[in-house]
């Protein structure tokens, strides 16, 4: 066997290993989480047996985190197990309205060989091996749990259940890590997002996540850029803020949202002799359209959005191919008139925006204050 054949033997295999780790590793996390809920709904359906009292929880939970410690090792304390609890209740509230699934069936193919802690490999098999028709006659809603329980730990303290449902199937549609979603909680994304939308919409947030259909859908405002350690009030130029976005690309990825890809910094463009450059310009594979950012220092003029214009109508007919959609159009600026954008635009506008954007991440009073003046 050549080297060149051995090379890409051992390419395939590895890229099969990688492939089946990450599958187990998926497999055991839903059991995990599965068996939590029903560890969960154990210790509820006990309370709720006639001794509703919370003496008897708090004596329940110490009882059982001394003999679940001893018998299946750590993981098991009074806080876990409470955790446990409050994630079943959580979770039936979100889920009791939806039809009924046999659970059994999600978690009856995981390979418990994988486990390190034998203990706990012994608590998912006696999970694994209970009967059927008990699973089926326990589980009166359809539960299925495609996150890690760290992030459910993160969800469950969402109070709000529409938000709670958006951050849900936003983490799994975007593969969004525990610090990712984190990061879009604390930079209020489901609220700067609801705040264009109308009732039915905001509901179809909860239930699909973002839909980008139309260039409003991928417009945020503000945008978060708390990742670039500027301070609110410190000196810093234009080049200095393009410099730090593509410094932190992965982040400034994530607050645009899905279907981003990089394409050029300064991009020059010329006709009758004269220069002029694009701060940024990105591509969204599922509007199909090129995306233009120019950022901008202080206060937004009206010679800003004249200029984005010029910018969009260069790129719609020199570049764009036929089957693209029109290019969209977005100024960053820290400051800017509502009114002054109202009247610069078109009333049927839909292709420049302008946004504010802001260097850190502001208190929970002051975000409410930001998102309703935004309203206005």
Request: some cysteine.
């Amino acid at each position: 066997m050549s080297n060149l054949q051995s090379k890409e033997l051992l390419q395939n295999i590895s890229a099969l290993l990688e492939n089946a780790r990450k599958k187990v590793a998926v497999a055991v996390n839903q059991a995990m989480v599965l068996t939590y809920f029903e560890i969960g709904r154990m210790i509820v359906e006990d309370e709720q047996n006639g001794k509703n009292r919370a003496e008897y929880g708090k004596a329940l939970l110490k009882d059982l985190s001394f003999h679940l410690t001893e018998k299946f090792g750590k993981g098991f304390s009074v806080e876990n197990l409470d955790r446990m609890r409050f994630f079943y209740k959580t979770y039936y509230e979100q889920n009791s309205s939806t039809v009924l699934t046999n659970s059994q069936d999600q978690i009856s193919s995981t390979p418990l060989t994988i486990l390190n802690d034998t203990k706990t490999q012994t608590l998912f098999a006696e999970f694994q091996n209970t009967d059927s028709q008990q699973v089926e006659k326990r589980h009166t809603l359809s539960v299925n749990f495609n996150l890690s329980w760290s992030h459910y730990l993160k969800l469950m303290r969402i109070k709000d259940l529409n938000e709670r449902k958006f951050y849900e199937i936003e983490s799994f549609k975007n593969n969004w890590s525990l610090r990712e979603l984190q990061r879009q909680y604390d930079s209020a994304l489901y609220s700067r997002l609801s705040l264009s939308k109308n009732k039915e919409e905001i509901l179809q947030l909860s239930e699909k996540g973002q839909i980008f259909e139309k260039p409003k859908d991928i417009i945020k405002d503000p945008y978060i850029l708390e990742f670039l350690g500027l301070s609110e009030k410190s000196s810093y130029s234009e080049n200095d803020l393009e410099s730090g976005l593509i410094d932190k690309l992965e982040h400034f990825l994530l607050e645009l949202g899905t279907g981003f890809t990089f394409v050029a910094r300064q991009n020059r463009i010329t006709f009758d002799e004269k220069h002029f450059k694009i701060d940024l310009v990105f591509y969204n594979r599922i509007l199909k359209c090129f995306v233009l950012i120019d950022l901008k220092i202080g206060e937004l003029k009206h010679q800003d959005i004249g200029q984005m214009q010029m910018y969009v109508n260069y790129y719609d007919r020199e570049v764009r191919l036929e089957e693209e959609n029109k290019t969209i159009g977005i100024i960053l600026c820290q400051d800017k008139s509502e009114a002054l954008v109202k009247y610069t635009l078109p009333e049927d506008n839909e292709q420049i925006f302008a946004s504010k954007y802001l260097t850190i991440l502001p208190s929970k009073e002051d975000f409410i204050k930001i998102l309703e003046e935004n309203k206005i």
